[in-house]
């Protein structure tokens, strides 16, 4: 009896060790090239640039993301450094910065990911003014899509 006890613990670890390996694997799956292309794609999307604020000249003002309440680690930033200056939180901010993004969630399954994001410009006041974009996007085999944007707030 001892021996089929035994047997049935082992076999037990075994199946969860298993499992976590795939869950794993999975979590690894989307990979920080997938994050990249994910932000990329909705901060390129013409509807969310058309929210940023910009310059006298028309340009865009320096483009900040504050890492929380969603982190991106030192891959995906070290990729978007070129666009993008990731700060801890709004304290680690420049006193000018015009806006800034905060991703509230991004969940990949499979070839979906949905993401919400809001994007905060101080008015030189206690309130903000907050734009939420909540977006889901496609990955077609070579590059993630916006398919689906839903604006809220301003």
Do not use: C
Not at 55 to 79: C, K, M, T, W
Not at 100 to 116: K, P
Request: charged share 15%; net charge negative.
């Amino acid at each position: 009896m001892k021996m089929n006890t035994y047997s049935i613990q082992t076999m037990k670890i075994a199946i969860t060790a298993i499992l976590l390996f795939f869950v794993l694997a999975n979590a690894q799956a989307q990979s920080d090239a997938d994050k990249v292309q994910v932000i990329q794609a909705l901060t390129d999307h013409p509807i969310v640039v058309g929210n940023f604020p910009t310059q006298a000249d028309g340009s865009l003002h320096q483009r900040y993301i504050i890492n929380e309440p969603y982190s991106f680690d030192a891959g995906v930033q070290q990729a978007l450094q070129n666009v993008f200056v990731f700060a801890a939180n709004e304290s680690a901010l420049p006193a000018d910065a015009a806006s800034w993004l905060m991703f509230r969630y991004m969940e990949f399954d499979g070839n979906v990911a949905n993401v919400y994001v809001n994007l905060v410009e101080p008015q030189g006041g206690e309130f903000p003014e907050i734009n939420s974009f909540e977006a889901q996007l496609q990955y077609n085999g070579s590059h993630w899509q916006v398919t689906n944007l839903t604006i809220g707030g301003k």
